[in-house]
């Protein structure tokens, strides 16, 4: 492809993705594919004679599309916000453009620096002291399992430096909300502590962990001649957005030595506005912490914010710092690579820049009260109605709801069904998405409001809906 095929390309496919945005709300919100159905539409072998690329559009349309599920569409609802801007996309075609591998600050010294500018009014625009440094990571899986390789190194004296695990010494122990997001699992797996030695902690009436019963796990762990290592706080759980009582957690981690890491993933946008920062109360006595700009906020994934307290502990960690990387400037400049897992880095910085240099943070502050004030009056709705349930404390932008009719009432099992039914029905129609879930042994619905284009007519439809497909069912 010569430059100027690409020119007249990137106009047009520019050109297809804002048609794409325009119409995204006459699309049915979750693809209605069966398995098979997209890979059946290409060949088995690749293209022998290039020069095709042209013919690429009429096939996304005829082809990928049945297979998209639009996540930016203003009635999804389901899982947890995946907002995507335009300027995020803009980022993304000028970093691909510039096609910067990041991981030195000499392979390209801009990728390093506006990082840390970008990362720094983060921190400021979610209340963090300068303690904090950040980092950009791909997602809170990568985070989290950086914290608890922290904290095992820690706790361990370095042991990756000697024998590692295999030193023969008792076994560390992590301790988590039986609500945490199941990344905290596979990381505390994948750092090697082994499910044996993970203390998923039983939660309350709203679903925060019970600071009695964590207490007793540390205390019984100790007594059994074990190492309790880390604790993980949920600032908004995946299911139901609850908040772990993190400043007793951090007084908790202080006694007992422990390091504490905070999944503050979606929440964390909240943070933004002042009136919310009392959720994470204690934040700054805690060791690490993550949120996910590309959740509710609106930069486009992947971009996961990572902030630590001791930096050259985290360095000292992750660095291994071959001579094939080493430059005359290691000594004054941050080297990224050393701040996580993969070597290579991508130009992600960029995308928070536009985004920011775009909405601003006021414009950012107003949409997420306006999600709020959207939750709320979704909160409201249910509790007008006596057969639909609310099963959780509405604190952010998430409502978990069930319907439960009279006849039902105490048949949990008939009532999973019903409830399932609803979803189908939901999102099998193609004008919402929805997640069914379930909450300690009862099925819910949730309903997750942050889509940028969301307003208050698509909850009042969907509100609808619910009720036509509850009494049809």
């Known amino acids: 492809m010569d ?5 007249l390309l990137g106009h047009q496919f520019v050109d297809w993705i ?5 119409r995204l709300e006459t699309l049915p919100v979750m693809s209605q594919a069966k398995p098979g159905d997209i890979r059946a539409c290409f060949p088995k072998t690749p293209p022998a004679v290039g020069g095709r690329l042209k013919e690429v559009l009429a096939v996304l349309e005829k082809d990928v599309m049945p297979g998209i599920t639009h996540w930016n569409h203003p009635s999804f609802f389901a899982y947890f916000p995946s907002n995507t801007s335009y300027a995020s996309i803009l980022a993304d075609i000028v970093a691909s453009g510039l096609g910067v591998q990041g991981m030195s600050w000499q392979t390209s010294p801009a990728a390093t620096e506006l990082e840390e500018v970008v990362m720094d009014w983060l921190r400021q625009m979610v209340g963090l002291s300068a303690a904090w440094t950040g980092v950009i990571h791909d997602s809170a899986s990568t985070a989290t399992l950086c914290s608890l390789l922290c904290a095992r190194e820690r706790a361990s004296g370095y042991s990756q430096n000697s024998k590692g695990l295999q030193s023969g010494e008792a076994p ?8 945490g997001h199941s990344s905290i699992e596979k990381a505390a797996l994948l750092a090697g502590f ?12 709203v679903h925060a962990v019970r600071m009695d019963l964590l207490k007793s796990a540390i205390e019984s762990d100790l007594a059994a001649g074990l190492r309790p290592c880390a604790v993980v706080a949920a600032i908004g759980t995946t299911g139901t957005t609850a908040l772990d009582p993190l400043k007793d957690i951090a007084e908790l981690a202080k006694k007992y030595h422990l390091w504490l890491h905070v999944d503050a993933a979606l929440a964390g946008t909240a943070m933004v506005l002042p009136e919310c920062r009392w959720m994470w109360e204690g ?6 912490l993550v949120l996910n700009p590309h959740k509710w906020m609106g930069v486009g994934f992947d971009f996961s914010a990572y902030f630590v307290r001791d930096v050259q502990h985290l ?6 710092n071959p001579s094939y990387l080493r430059t005359a400037h290691d000594g004054e400049v941050k080297n990224f690579r050393d701040w996580h897992i993969p070597l290579g880095r991508r130009f992600r910085a960029l995308k928070l820049w536009f985004f920011l240099m775009d909405v601003g943070v006021e414009g950012l502050q107003e949409r997420i009260r306006r999600d709020l004030r959207n939750a709320q009056w979704f909160k409201a709705q249910v509790e007008t109605l006596k057969e639909w349930e609310l099963m959780a404390p509405v604190t952010l932008q998430t409502v978990c709801i069930r319907h439960v009719p009279e006849p039902m009432r105490g048949d949990e099992a008939a009532l999973m069904r019903h409830n399932l039914e609803i979803a189908r029905q939901i999102n099998d129609s193609g004008k919402a998405y929805i997640t069914p879930s379930v909450l ?14 969301t307003e208050r007519r698509h909850l009042e439809a969907l509100w609808g809906d619910l009720q036509r497909f509850s009494s049809e069912e």
């Open 315 to 320: 360095i000292r960690v992750m660095s291994t």
């Open 18 to 22: 804002t048609d794409y945005r325009q």
């Open 172 to 179: 560390l122990v992590v301790y988590a909300s039986d609500q």
């Open 194 to 205: 082994g499910r044996n030695y993970l203390r998923l902690i039983v939660t309350d009436d």
């Open 283 to 288: 934040i700054e006595a805690s060791d690490t």
């Open 3 to 7: 430059s100027a095929t690409f020119r």
């Open 440 to 453: 300690k042994g009862r099925q819910m619905l949730r309903v997750s409001i942050g889509a940028e284009t």
